[in-house]
């Protein structure tokens, strides 16, 4: 449980993520998606009952924990003043890569990404697509066991987007890699995730896949059904229940990627 003041932003949560899925988080904002990740992240602290990655308690080794982690926040993470691998390097210093193996892993960060051709350019000067795949060259140059991924594609166009997930798929494919994302594009959680979670006023309401998801509402359902069915009643006033901050954060950042 988790709480801000009286308000109880996640309620008794009971959540497993099984390694080397693609497992989304989904539901309407004001839902606790964010403060969730930001526990499991080490950002926020642990209030009440026990939070584990990789069987480490968040608690008692944040520092271990983080060290497991790679995170693409809501809100833009890179520097425009800064070239696409001064932005990766930083990254590559914060979570203490070795020295000798630095520029190496830097290098195959922006490749796995598909920016090594235009690393020296200013990062101001990058597209959209560019830049979320520049923030995802950032979150994987440790190497990380677990990307935790803040809706990734807020804010892109269709094409960028497709291409986004083309390089979560990629990870999942060749890494093996964890991966837990938030996102408000069903279509999104449908065509990545091999588990989606769907969270309504804190609590958690339902747990499956895609498809089990979609067979438990209706034989044409669509996963946006799943979500309309569990948290219809609060679909019209999702921006009234998320903080005026972050309702301007994924505003500002949607028009940067514009």
Request: proline residues 3%; hydrophobic residues 40%.
């Amino acid at each position: 449980m988790h709480r801000f003041g009286e308000t109880v932003a996640v309620d008794h949560l009971d959540l497993q993520i099984g390694a080397g899925e693609v497992f989304g988080l989904l539901g309407p904002n004001g839902a606790g998606k964010t403060t969730t990740i930001r526990v499991l992240n080490t950002l926020l602290p642990v209030q009440e009952g026990t939070v584990r990655v990789f069987g480490l308690d968040v608690s008692r080794y944040a520092t271990d924990v983080r060290r497991h982690l790679g995170y693409v926040p809501q809100q833009l993470s890179i520097e425009a003043a800064l070239t696409g691998r001064q932005n990766v390097t930083w990254f590559a210093r914060l979570f203490d890569v070795p020295r000798r193996e630095r520029a190496a892993r830097v290098d195959e960060a922006l490749a796995t990404m598909d920016l090594l051709g235009v690393a020296d350019r200013l990062a101001g000067t990058y597209s959209g697509g560019m830049i979320r795949r520049l923030e995802l060259a950032q979150a994987l140059v440790n190497r990380p066991a677990l990307l935790v991924l803040d809706e990734p594609t807020v804010g892109l166009d269709p094409i960028a987007r497709e291409s986004v997930w083309d390089r979560v798929r990629q990870m999942r494919d060749d890494y093996g890699m964890t991966v837990l994302l938030t996102t408000h594009y069903m279509d999104e959680a449908d065509e990545l995730c091999n588990t989606v979670a769907l969270m309504h006023r804190g609590r958690l309401q339902v747990v499956g896949s895609p498809g089990r998801l979609r067979a438990g509402i209706g034989a044409d359902a669509t996963l946006e059904d799943v979500f309309r069915h569990y948290a219809g009643a609060d679909l019209g006033g999702d921006e009234e229940q998320k903080g005026v901050r972050d309702v301007r954060r994924s505003r500002q950042t949607a028009r940067k990627l514009g």
